[in-house]
């Protein structure tokens, strides 16, 4: 995956650029010895590294303007970054970029039930803003697999999904209001703790922008209280085929579970290894949740399991208690790090019109044997939004290349079928360059003519979501220099 | 102009506009500053192109009457879940709301607080920007974060950054059965006060609205589950007074019914527990009710300078954090005054920037939204 050559004559200038950002940063927020910037060097799209120039863990929005402001005066690539999960590359840092944590930035500012929302930092982790608010009963929808560890600000910027947004929606649908800081160092306050915008819906817009637009400091989310009860429902068939219809039926039926989620054969072994939830061995596995109290779930589980019935499922089985409704979800939670444990991988992200899914897990199949590679396959049934996931060996040399090239047939199938190439991890630098698959080149310049609103100079992430060609004219226009 | 049905037909219509466009679906929400210009009819760019009821997406040309989409779904069992508003009963208009229509005004009635808005449902766009050009956003599947959610920013921009002609949705399955907990004689406050403790409960309350005196709780699902849960809120909510169960017709609070009378009408989104500040600071003789939990504002008069209580509206609101939109006012008024509520200078910059380049020659409904 190509970046653009650092800048010699910013890399030049460090010296000068770190006394600048220390004179507003404290000391030991201000990292520049290559033994420490190392650790910034990637996120978990671990194939790419490269360490910045220099991080900075500014602790407030007045400090993030501040550097925002310096390294635009001073014409200095920006890249922010969250916890570093994106899978995507969002936060892979370039040799001459400054990199912006948010880490430090993690409190809770207020917490207001009467009106369910919470204002957090985004610094703060996913899982930790549920935790701010459960004792009380309360809970934060999106829940990406990386809940432990990833930050508000990298869900906002990647408007992450998660296993339970069939019912609740992904980030953009619970976000109410943000402060963010533009690059030239202005504050904006967008949204709050009403609904939807008087005007032109920039939050909308913002959420998702893969940190191109502006660096989001404080968020207000939507908090919901937490549902009676919750139970998953296991059901195993022959064929994904089969696993397709079933769900077809459900959705159809007028029932709407919280979670369709699908696992083949090879993930079912690997995550059954991982977490010990008695998986049943077969073809295709679907966990279905649905909630409410225990007499509605029964309701509703009872209706689902007559659909799954009339397509000869070869398992089928309720979770007995909470004890086994965890490990079932342990399982699927850590299907990544399941697989990463027995072979290297790539995880795919592509999403497509369901009724689609037979054809294409059959193309995949075919096109696994083609490369070579093998392939699991994990997603979020009931939205379409797939998760291949391609096995390689990082130590076998030109097999990553490989591995590459099948992801990106693959996903050019997904827009191909009518969907997309990525439906909740980004598009980061590693599926930038397939953005012309899916847009024509007006739809891509309307997208830049965003960016230029936002950052005229083309200083936040820079070398991100756009074909590095397409983007060219506009990374290289001359910039306010020093 | 003629009557457009073909999306090449509207972009050939907006390179060769010579001055400024009024951009007009079924033309039942005559809303917003008066825009003059030539009609760009998007009426005839109409039906519904795809619909698959096991993916819960449906797909239709912008002017494609909301009705007929409405009547496609309802063959399935489906419906359009964030409850769009009708205003021709408000204002007086006559036609066919369009789905276009709906998603350029982000139009969502009493489920928005628990489904979403209609920006929540609409998951793709293609529209003819400014300069005459397509340009398509989005797609026709649940999850995509593939590039910027321009989606996002159609809904809700009042044809000012493009004219719609196709839009993809979420759609979702319609229920077996509601029921609505009615509590009379409530004050607003009081009524804020069970609203959110309903809304703050397992119970899923799909509608929270203050009408004529009464809180209405509507409840939706399966019939078990309904009667689960209304005997379950009736125990929580029982200090705010009697509770019945009754079938009220939602449109009421949807459409704003009760002042359809008022020469005057601002929609006002604000935290719910702000709503009854805003009412109890309306001049003497104006009508108001609540939905989304109290966070909604519909007030309405007949009398009074009603350029000067429009201001005094914004004012308090942009205090409180939120928006106030003069909906429905004489013509002199919506001439006079920023109809939409002024934003905070950062956010208008951005906002006049990205007309500029969404628009560049100024010509969209240009002023509608803000001078």
Redesign the interface.
Known sequence: MEMPLPDPEILARKARIVARLREVLPRDAVIDDPAETRAYECDALTAYRCPPMVAVLPATTTEVSDVLRICQEIGVPVVPRGSGTSLAGGALPTADCVILGVARMNAVLETDYDNRFVRVQTGRTNLSVTGAVESDGFFYAPDPSSQLACAIAGNIAMNSGGAHCLKYGVTTNNLMGVTMVQMDGTVVEIGGAHLDSGGLDLLGVICGSEGQLGVVTEATLRILHKPEGARPVLMGFDSAEIAGACVADIIKAGVLPVAIEFMDRMLIEVCEDFAKADYPMCEALLIVEVEGSDAEIDAQLALITDIAKRHNPVALRESAGADESARIWAGRKAAFSAIGRVSDYMCLDGTIPVSELPYVLRRIGEMSKQYGLAVGNVFHAGDGNMHPLICYDANKPGDLEICEEFGAEVLKLCVEVGGCLTGEHGVGIEKRDLMSHQYAPADLETQMAVKDVFDPAWLLNPAKVFPLAVSQPRRDAPMAAE | MDHVISEEGIAEAVRSAEGPLVVKGGGTRMVGRLVSGDPLDVSGLSGVTLY??????IVAAAGTPVAEIEATLAR??QRLAFEPYDLTGLLGTSGASTIGGVLAT?A?GPR??QA??A??FALGVRFV?GAG?????G???????????????M???WG??GVLTEVSLKV?????AEVTLVIEGVSAAQAVAAM?RA????YEVSGAAWINGAVWLRLEG?E??IA?RAGKLEGLLASFGEITRSDVAWSNVRDAKPLWGCDAVWRI??????GPAVITALPEGCQSLMD?GG??VWAGTSGGDIAATHGAVQAQVAGL?????LIKGPEAVRAAVPV??P??P???S??R???S??DPRGILNQGL??A
């Open positions: 698959e009821p096991g993916a819960l997406t399935e069992n982000n969502s928005r607080i979403g808005a920006r929540d920007d050009q397509v340009v398509k956003n797609g026709r599947v649940m999850k995509n974060v593939t590039g910027y959610d321009l989606v996002k920013l809904c809700g921009s000012t950054l979702l399955p319609a229920v077996e959110s809304l703050g409960s397992p399966f078990a589950s689960y989104s604000v935290k719910p527990s702000d989304w966070g909604l954090g939120g928006h106030a939109t939409f509520q934003e905070s950062g956010v208008a951005l906002s920037a990205l007309r380049r969404f939204m803000a």
